[in-house]
Each structure stands twice: as C-alpha cells, then as structure tokens.
C-alpha cells in the first residue's frame, strides 16, 4: 500500500502563511493526481486543490483562488500547499489525497493522517 505522509500545520493568525507537504513513499507506484482537501468542524468535506502529475495543471476551490498556491516535486513524489492571507475560515483538518496507481491495485485513492491548521488571532 502506499503512504501519503504530511507535515506542517499549525497555529497561524489571520493574513499570515502556512504551508503543507505531504510525501508519497511506497512499493513502485505511480501519481496520477494529487491534492488536498478539509474538513472544518460541523462542515463537510471540501475540495480545496489539486494538481495533476502530468503536465502539472492545477485546480482550486473559488474559496482559496488566489490565496493557495499547490506545486509538485516529481523527482521526491511530494506536493505542496503554500498558503497565504489566511482567514478564520480556512480553520479546519487538512488531508492529503492521492489518486494513485500501483502494479498490484491499479489506481486507487490514498490519504494522508490529516493536519490541523487553526487561524485565530
């Protein structure tokens, strides 16, 4: 099975910056798309970003347009999520999805353990 680790997260105030890495790590495998979503509380979850592997197009929820930018590293098998002017409302547990394709399962949707990212002055 493959494994979609993440790091950062954390306490922020409103208008600063955070960002996110989650890292792929495994058996041979291949990514087709990559990216991240959250869930706030009593909310549902939400599509936030993604990026496909090949080519490197991204998309993004209105939400975040022009706040969060998601890039890719093919050679480490990471993805970023670097985001700025940080509101209130973008408080909530940040996942890292992977649709990803192995020789034994085809491919398949992964998730990273989830990172808490709190903005509150």
């Known amino acids: 099975q493959v494994q979609l680790v993440e790091s950062g997260g954390g306490l922020v105030q409103p208008g600063g910056s955070l960002r996110l890495s989650c890292a792929a790590s495994?058996?041979?495998?291949?990514?087709?798309?990559m990216g991240w979503y959250r869930q706030a509380p009593g909310k549902e979850h939400e599509f936030v970003t993604g990026?496909?592997?090949?080519?490197?197009?991204?998309a993004y929820a209105d939400s975040v347009k022009g706040r969060f930018t998601i890039s890719r590293d093919t050679a480490k098998n990471t993805v970023d999520l670097e985001m700025n002017s940080l509101k209130p409302d973008d408080t909530a547990v940040y996942y890292c999805?992977?649709?990803?394709?192995?020789?034994?399962?085809?491919?398949?949707?992964?998730w990273g353990q989830g990172t808490q990212v709190t903005v509150s002055s």
């Open positions: 990026i496909r592997w090949s080519g490197g197009t991204t």
């Open positions: 495994g058996s041979t495998f291949s990514i087709l798309f």
């Open positions: 999805n992977g649709r990803i394709e192995t020789t034994s399962t085809g491919p398949d949707d992964y």
